[in-house]
């Protein structure tokens, strides 16, 4: 695809510093990143420290050369991994499963739980997807139905969680929301609709994927009935590492997705025997958390990825509205810190599998390493921000990929859509009807 001859090069009179180790290194150093990409997608599937992938090999080879006396003693390196894990995240280590992603996490709380026949499960339409589908198949098993909450992308805290509440009906067993939601890059107001539920005699299951080590002590403030979330992402560990937190006095409610030979230990050791699963990425995933504390600090990465996000955010939407003749800044009333949306020219990644293509030709064509999500017919490119970004990421961003996207929408047609102030559809800012799944961007 050949870029637009008129498009304006994007120019910053500075970038801010790379964020240093406290040995003076860039943080870069840390990561196993290829140095010829460009890596605006830490929100999808993270990417793991380079010494923690050292230590997961060295776990592996003790494992193959001696498996007789490695797997014996898996459960218990699993069982001091949740030790060192838990203070990251102001919970206990007996309040916490290790489990291999959110998603297993969740699908373990839907095949605990024991919901009345015909109970009504109320989900959002910014649900992850795989997530979602868990929680349809939990309503088939007891003849009851999935309720989707229509929340609007600037709907305010209060909105959102007024949406969700009011899908709630007489036979509303179980409400499942997310922390952080994926497709939107959104926060929901997790505590506020987890205790209205239990007041109302209603389970808990907060989805926070991307939160863990993005909002500090998340968990806690959360105070969900049941809490999961990934340490892969935002924690740095490897992929494969992720934890379920149960609210005390629920925990021995849950069972692991494996029946081991743990079945009969009370939780969480039961999770703990994981069979002849690789369990190296659990048990390097405290390294992972120690590491980046010890080597930048996760008061100073926060803060980094809060005020890199505002400028690359606002960088790339200048630069696509200019491009595009239309406001592209989305409107999202609860944006989190590491991840920005900026609206798409009209037609492209109106579906999950257009948002999926147009990352693959993005990644090949232009080598950056971006995500695109589509929400009700909108398209948007999801920008993730972590401790290795620097504002020249973005710049990038808006030099190549803008006119590559722009060039790329007047080539395969316009698709009209009514849009709103910020070129945004008035349906998705406005419409609470039961909505369609949302993207399986991770």
């Known amino acids: 695809m050949t870029l637009s001859s008129n498009a304006e090069p994007v120019r910053i009179g500075s970038t801010p510093a790379h964020l240093l180790t406290r040995s003076g290194k860039p943080a870069t150093s840390l990561f196993a990143l290829d140095p010829t990409l460009r890596h605006l997608n830490h929100g999808s599937f993270g990417a793991p420290l380079a010494a923690v992938l050292v230590e997961q090999e060295r776990f592996r080879r003790e494992a193959a050369a001696a498996p007789v006396r490695w797997f014996p003693g898996a459960a218990a390196r699993v069982a001091q991994a949740r030790a060192q894990v838990a203070p990251h995240l102001g919970v206990t280590p007996d309040q916490l499963a290790l489990v291999v992603n959110a998603s297993a996490g969740a699908s373990a709380v839907f095949g605990s739980l024991d919901l009345p026949q015909g109970a009504d499960i109320v989900v959002t339409d910014h649900g992850y997807g795989a997530v979602t589908m868990g929680a349809e198949r939990l309503a088939r098993r007891v003849g009851g139905r999935v309720v989707v909450a229509g929340v609007a992308l600037d709907d305010s805290p209060e909105q959102a969680a007024s949406a969700v509440l009011d899908a709630f009906t007489d036979r509303t067993a179980l409400v499942v929301v997310d922390h952080v939601t994926s497709p939107t890059a959104r926060e929901l107001p997790v505590a506020q609709i987890c205790a209205t539920a239990r007041e109302r005699g209603v389970v808990s299951l907060v989805d926070a994927a991307h939160a863990p080590m993005l909002i500090e002590d998340a968990a806690t403030l959360a105070d969900a009935d049941y809490w999961v979330g990934n340490l892969h992402k935002f924690g740095c560990a490897s992929p494969g590492a992720a934890v379920l937190v149960a609210r005390p006095g629920l925990e021995d409610r849950l069972w692991p997705l494996i029946d081991s030979w743990g079945a009969g230990h009370p939780f969480p050791e039961r999770f703990d025997h994981q069979g002849t699963l690789d369990i190296s990425a659990l048990i390097t995933a405290g390294l992972a958390l120690d590491l980046m504390e010890d080597e930048l600090g996760w008061d100073r990465v926060r803060a980094h990825i809060g005020t890199l996000a505002d400028a690359g955010e606002h960088l790339v939407a200048d630069a696509m509205s200019r491009a595009t003749g239309v406001d592209c800044r ?62 020249e990421d973005y710049a990038d961003f808006a030099d190549r990929a803008v006119p590559y996207l722009v060039d790329l929408a007047r080539h395969e047609g316009d698709a009209a859509t009514p849009t709103g102030a910020h070129g945004i559809p008035t349906a998705f800012l406005h419409d609470r009807d039961v909505a369609s799944a949302a993207s399986p961007t991770t």
């Not at 599998?353 to 017919?377: H, K, M, P, W």
């Not at 490119?381 to 972590?386: A, K, N, Q």
């Open 330 to 391: 989305a409107a999202v009333a609860s944006p989190v810190t590491a991840m920005r949306l900026v609206v798409l020219p009209a037609g492209l990644a109106r579906t999950v599998d257009e948002a999926n293509e147009l990352r693959d030709r993005v990644l090949a064509d232009l080598g950056i390493e971006a995500a695109f999500t589509s929400c009700r017919g909108q398209g948007y490119v999801r920008l993730s921000f972590h401790a290795y970004n620097v504002l």
